[in-house]
């Protein structure tokens, strides 16, 4: 079956950097796009980054822009986040998505995507 693992969460200062990871698994990933969301204590889900399937194409939140960058290696069936200059408003739980290939490279829609992953938690301090 499909799995999207994530990993690479953890606990750092504000200023700091993490790297995210979500290692696919069960389907074939190089006609997926990807996506990252993220959901914060007591508010709803929202979208981060996506990447196209051959990783040509990124859209980024207003939010992360100038500061996280996507990418994807489909000779190891993964896909990172780069996450720096972290502030405490970007703590939440991060999760992986795939989205079926498109003619529309890459989408915020939440409902486009099939599969997720569990989710990997970042928590930034002040």
């Known amino acids: 079956q499909v799995q999207l693992v994530e990993s690479g969460g953890g606990l750092v200062q504000a200023g700091g950097s993490l790297r995210l990871s979500c290692a696919a698994s069960?389907?074939?990933?190089?006609?997926?796009?990807m996506g990252w969301f993220r959901q914060a204590p007591g508010k709803e889900r929202e979208f981060v980054v996506g990447?196209?399937?051959?990783?040509?194409?990124?859209h980024y939140a207003d939010s992360v822009k100038g500061r996280f960058t996507i990418s994807r290696d489909n000779t190891k069936n993964t896909v990172y986040l780069q996450m720096n200059s972290l502030k405490p408003e970007d703590t939440a739980v991060y999760y992986c998505?795939?989205?079926?290939?498109?003619?529309?490279?890459?989408?915020?829609?939440?409902?486009?995507?099939?599969?997720w992953g569990q989710g990997t938690q970042v928590t930034v301090s002040s």
């Open positions: 998505a795939a989205r079926p290939v498109s003619l529309v490279p890459v989408s915020p829609q939440e409902s486009e995507y099939r599969y």
């Open positions: 990447i196209s399937w051959s990783g040509g194409s990124t």
């Open positions: 069960g389907l074939t990933f190089s006609t997926y796009g």
